[in-house]
């Protein structure tokens, strides 16, 4: 049975540090890109960041540039999301998913998802 299982959210105050784990259990991890999204009171679910599941390469929505750091760890089979300096736009609920054929990272569907960790971010 598949199973992804998000953590590490919390609350932190603006400026400071979050970083989230994705434990994938019951598929292959290594044949799996991982997306990270996230969602906010009353707005849509948003891509966040994703890491590819062959050759490492990752992607970032604009907003989180420079400030989130995708990565993953075959041996532990887990997906991380560092993030940094963040701010209270950062806050809602975030998603990990697994996808084996992702092209376009932020919108195409995905396989499996985890059930999401909170963040909060205060001013």
């Known amino acids: 049975q598949p199973r992804l299982v998000e953590s590490g959210g919390g609350l932190v105050q603006s400026g400071g540090s979050l970083r989230l784990s994705c434990t994938i259990s019951g598929i292959t991890f290594d044949y799996y890109g991982i997306g990270w999204f996230r969602q906010a009171p009353g707005k849509e679910r948003e891509g966040v960041s994703y890491?590819?599941?062959?050759?490492?390469?990752?992607y970032y929505t604009d907003s989180v540039k420079g400030r989130f750091t995708v990565s993953r760890d075959s041996a532990k089979k887990t997906g991380y999301l560092q993030m940094n300096s963040l701010t209270p736009e950062d806050s809602g609920v975030y998603y990990c998913?697994?996808?084996?054929?992702?092209?376009?990272?932020?919108?195409?569907?995905?396989?499996?998802w985890g059930e999401g960790t909170q963040v909060t971010v205060s001013s």
């Open positions: 998913a697994a996808g084996a054929h992702v092209s376009s990272p932020f919108n195409d569907a995905y396989d499996y």
């Open positions: 890491i590819h599941h062959t050759d490492g390469t990752t």
